[in-house]
Structure formats: C-alpha cells, structure tokens
C-alpha cells in the first residue's frame, strides 16, 4: 500500500468518524466508533487528536471524549456566542463550596458523598444535589464498603462548562495556584 492509499484510508475514517458523530444526538461509546471504521480504539483517539488539531484553526466544533464516549461539540472558547445565539442565559456561576466539591469530585472520580464531607470537613448533601440538577456530576455506580454509598464523577457538562474536551486536560495539583494565602496542600491527598 503506498502512501497516498494510506492518506485516503486515514481521510475515510476521518470522514465516517465525523459523519457518524455529526449524525448522532449524544456521545457514542470509543470501542463502537472503532469496530465500524475497523481500527484500535487507541489508533482511533490518535485520529480524533489529529482532527481536533486541525478544527482547532478554522472549525467552529471539535471532538471531546469522557469516559470512553466520542461526542462532536463545538468549540469551548464560543461558549457565550452559541448561548447569545440560542438565547441561553449565560451559564450561571457556582458558590465556592460548589466549586470546592466539584474540584474534589473531578481530580478524586470516582468518589462518595462521605468522601467529599470527609476531605472537605462539612456535610456535602445539598452541594451534591446541586451539581447534579445542573449536569455537572453524575452517579457512577456504588462502592464496595459498607452501606454502598453512591460514587460520583464529572460528566460532559462538566467539560463543556470548564471548556475542556477531556478530564485530562485538568492542571496538575501541584500546579495549582493557593487561594487566600492557604499553604495547606492536604484537601486532594491520595
């Protein structure tokens, strides 16, 4: 197989990835998109990096991936020109302890409610419940300790919000600018 076969097989996945992901209504799961243009789902989110690449200049959307699942999306950073448009009020802002819990919540998923109360030293219920009426967490199934308590994680809301396309796009804890003078590093300790 010579080299233009291969750019013409590369732009065929790209074209099915993007009209299979342009069609669907919500995110699609890696393994499927894979199986369908026959490629490892490893070869796959190589692919998708190099089309984020190249939307990234001239596109108005781009691909995110969260927990395994393919969605197309448009582009983070025209957030408020996409609500003005639709007539979305502009996404509302979260209190300190929502904050606070939600950064718990992504850098620890997955994570129990008494786990978040635990580290942050305060009943966490209502905060919970706020973030997840507005999308940004999701239960992620339960754990296998006593009492099986609910185990939290982000969601693709969580991303659009933040303008992430992945969780990895996080900062590194120790490159975490302190707040209010506070030099006390413990809240995300393993």
Same mark, same amino acid.
């Given at each position: 197989?010579?080299?233009?076969?291969?750019?013409?097989?590369?732009?065929?996945?790209?074209?099915?990835?993007?009209?299979?992901?342009?069609? /669907?209504?919500?995110?699609?799961?890696?393994?499927?998109?894979?199986?369908?243009?026959?490629?490892?789902?490893?070869?796959?989110? /190589?692919?998708?990096?190099?089309?984020?690449?190249?939307?990234?200049?001239?596109?108005?959307?781009?691909?995110?991936?969260?927990?395994?699942?393919?969605?197309?999306?448009?582009?983070?950073?025209?957030?408020?020109?996409?609500?003005?448009?639709?007539?979305?009020?502009?996404?509302?802002? =979260?209190?300190?302890?929502? =904050?606070?819990?939600?950064?718990?919540?992504?850098?620890?998923?997955?994570?129990?409610?008494?786990?978040?109360?635990?580290?942050?030293?305060?009943?966490?219920?209502?905060?919970?419940?706020?973030?997840?009426?507005?999308? =940004?967490?999701?239960?992620?199934?339960?754990?296998?300790?006593?009492?099986?308590?609910?185990?939290?994680?982000?969601?693709?809301?969580? =991303?659009?919000?933040?303008?992430?396309?992945?969780?990895?796009?996080?900062?590194?804890? /120790?490159?975490?600018?302190?707040?209010?003078?506070?030099?006390?590093?413990?809240?995300?300790?393993?």
């Amino acid at each position: 197989m010579g080299q233009d076969d291969m750019d013409d097989s590369s732009l065929s996945k790209k074209k099915i990835i993007e009209a299979v992901l342009f069609v /669907s209504s919500s995110s699609i799961p890696l393994a499927e998109i894979a199986k369908l243009v026959d490629i490892s789902t490893a070869e796959l989110s /190589s692919i998708i990096k190099e089309m984020n690449d190249e939307y990234a200049e001239t596109h108005g959307i781009c691909i995110m991936i969260h927990n395994n699942r393919v969605q197309l999306t448009t582009s983070p950073d025209l957030a408020e020109k996409i609500e003005e448009f639709l007539g979305l009020e502009i996404t509302t802002t =979260l209190s300190r302890a929502a =904050l606070e819990s939600l950064a718990i919540i992504a850098y620890k998923q997955p994570i129990t409610r008494p786990q978040i109360d635990e580290i942050r030293g305060v009943n966490s219920d209502g905060v919970v419940r706020t973030l997840l009426s507005k999308g =940004l967490i999701e239960e992620m199934g339960r754990a296998d300790s006593m009492g099986k308590p609910i185990l939290y994680g982000t969601t693709e809301d969580f =991303l659009h919000y933040f303008g992430m396309k992945s969780i990895e796009e996080l900062p590194e804890i /120790s490159n975490l600018a302190v707040v209010g003078g506070n030099t006390n590093h413990t809240i995300l300790k393993q």
